[in-house]
């Protein structure tokens, strides 16, 4: 279905199938992580096909220092502010630590409670070939779920670094296996997070589904960047692979000396801005 842009363009709703379609017809996916309605709601208005409920939100959102300590609840408290703006983009939400890897039993009812509260259209689970039968399980049941390799932050603890993964043979060798295991499993689309392109763009023409790449190089299917990166609110993280399209810290606290000056020199408000 096609609905008015702002811009006079037809928007399309995107499902699962539209975005495997895209890899099929040679279209470049554009993914951007969002966490509350208004971000949500411009992201939707200029076109994004997908947006990710990331666990992202544990750091740039809550102030945790990695994702371990994201709840379910807090996934669907913001999951239900971004479904509230969003009407063509699809939304995933990352289903986080603990909550999925513990047993098929545990994903199901996890990934049910996400679905069935928010209303999204599919779920996103970090790791290998080692999690293929709980996402066998959760597609068999119609939960749709997107994987995501590379670097995995759920596993900081067992890695100890946000470095590049995947740079020695027998890991590069790991890593694409997983892929296909993952594909085979039923995963409609798989996040590959900082793993050097060559590998990615083997990944890449090596699976039927699309790829979506952080850190992964320009021969993904797609690319994601955690939003709050991009525009530059994120301002002490600066790997290479975060293009910023702003510089939203600066005037945000610009904006914030102009409204503290103000209101010190009674200059705000204004009768104009007075009943
Ligand atoms: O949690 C997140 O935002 C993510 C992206 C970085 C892919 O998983």
Request: hydrophobic letters at 40%; aromatic letters at 6%.
């Amino acid at each position: 279905m096609k609905k008015d842009k702002p811009n006079g363009k037809k928007q399309r709703v995107v499902t699962t199938k539209t975005v495997v379609g895209m890899k099929e017809n040679g279209e470049k996916i554009a993914m951007l992580t969002a966490y509350d309605y208004l971000v949500a709601k411009y992201l939707d208005q200029v076109g994004i096909d997908i947006i990710l409920v990331g666990d992202s939100l544990g750091n740039v959102v809550h102030g945790y220092e990695t994702t371990l300590p994201v709840t379910v609840d807090d996934m669907i408290y913001h999951a239900k502010a971004v479904k509230r703006a969003v009407k063509n983009a699809l939304i995933v939400v990352d289903m986080p630590f603990m909550s999925f890897q513990t047993s098929i039993d545990d994903a199901v009812r996890n990934a049910g409670r996400i679905m069935k509260e928010v209303g999204v259209g599919a779920v996103k689970l970090e790791g290998g070939a080692y999690i293929a039968d709980i996402v066998k399980h959760l597609v068999k049941i119609g939960i749709p779920v997107m994987g995501h390799l590379g670097l995995t932050p759920q596993a900081i603890n067992k890695f100890g670094t946000y470095e590049v993964r995947a740079t020695t043979k027998d890991e590069a060798d790991e890593l694409l296996s997983d892929a296909k295991v993952l594909a085979d499993s039923g995963i409609f689309a798989l996040v590959l997070e900082k793993i050097p392109s060559d590998l990615a763009k083997k990944v890449t023409d090596s699976i039927p589904i699309p790829t979506i790449g952080i850190g992964a190089g320009p021969h993904c299917d797609g690319q994601v960047l955690v939003v709050y990166d991009m525009l530059g609110l994120t301002e002490e993280f600066k790997p290479r692979f975060v293009r910023r399209y702003s510089e939203l810290a600066d005037t945000m606290r610009d904006a914030f000396k102009l409204y503290i000056d103000d209101v010190k020199s009674n200059t705000f408000p204004t009768k104009k801005e007075s009943y």
